[in-house]
Nanobody, 123 residues
Framework: QVQLVESGGGLVQAGGSLRLSCAAS????????MGWYRQAPGKQRELVADITSGGSINYADYVKGRFTITRDNAKNTVYMQMNSLKPEDTAVYYC?????????????????WGQGTQVTVSS
């Protein structure tokens, strides 16, 4: 199986910065895309940014120019640097990974989620 562990959330003032990290562990053969989603109270979970194993990146329009997603394939870890934070960025941020796991003779592929980390931006 595979586990995703997130860290880096917290409370910050508007205009401040935070860096989120998400490390995947387990019987991992290959991680395809990794990304960050967020869910604010009363709203649906939405994509913030994702990155493929080859480095192709997709950002939601509302974070372009402020957030940067990166990935360390050797460490099975994805990061998101969040700058110029706004109160509307307040949400629980979830890591997501599309993982091929198990044994090479019987590989499986699943979508995994982290437990979520709270980001609160005060005005």
């Amino acid at each position: 199986q595979v586990q995703l562990v997130e860290s880096g959330g917290g409370l910050v003032q508007a205009g401040g910065s935070l860096r989120l990290s998400c490390a995947a562990s387990g019987t991992i053969l290959y991680i395809n895309a990794m990304g960050w989603y967020r869910q604010a109270p009363g709203k649906q979970r939405e994509l913030v940014a994702d990155i493929t194993s080859g480095g192709s990146i997709n950002y939601a329009d509302y974070v372009k120019g402020r957030f940067t997603i990166t990935r360390d394939n050797a460490k099975n870890t994805v990061y998101m640097q969040m700058n110029s934070l706004k109160p509307e960025d307040t949400a629980v941020y979830y890591c997501n990974a599309d993982v091929s796991w198990g044994s090479t003779w019987y590989p499986r592929r699943n979508d995994y989620w982290g437990q979520g980390t709270q980001v609160t931006v005060s005005s």
